[in-house]
């Protein structure tokens, strides 16, 4: 099974930029959905995006739509996000998450998660 560890996350003011990492481990990386997932304390863990295995498709959020980007890149073992224009609203612990289905992972089912990374945006 995948290992994830997320990485990238810090304090950036609001319509600043912040861009997180996922490293997977595992020779099975290129053959995974690979997405993200954030959290902020008393609520449930939200999706953010989504990207297929081969990235032919893209998932995103209505929330973070034209602001944020998901991109792999396979022969790394790395998913990133991008994220521009923040907003205080961004502020979580994010997670990066892999599953054998897009459509699983998008609802959360998944079967790798990583630690988290958190994001703060400051008003």
């Known amino acids: 099974q995948v290992q994830l560890v997320e990485s990238g996350g810090g304090l950036v003011q609001t319509g600043g930029s912040l861009r997180l990492s996922c490293a997977a481990s595992?020779?099975?990386?290129?053959?995974?959905?690979m997405g993200w997932f954030r959290q902020v304390p008393g609520k449930e863990r939200e999706f953010v995006a989504a990207?297929?295995?081969?990235?032919?498709?893209?998932y995103y959020a209505d929330s973070v739509k034209g602001r944020f980007t998901i991109s792999r890149d396979n022969a790394k073992n790395t998913v990133y996000l991008q994220m521009n224009s923040l907003k205080p609203e961004d502020t979580a612990v994010y997670y990066c998450?892999?599953?054998?289905?897009?459509?699983?992972?998008?609802?959360?089912?998944?079967?790798?998660w990583g630690q988290g990374t958190q994001v703060i945006v400051s008003s």
């Open positions: 990207i297929t295995s081969s990235a032919g498709s893209t």
């Open positions: 998450a892999a599953d054998t289905a897009s459509l699983s992972l998008r609802r959360g089912v998944v079967a790798s």
């Open positions: 595992g020779r099975t990386f290129s053959r995974y959905a």
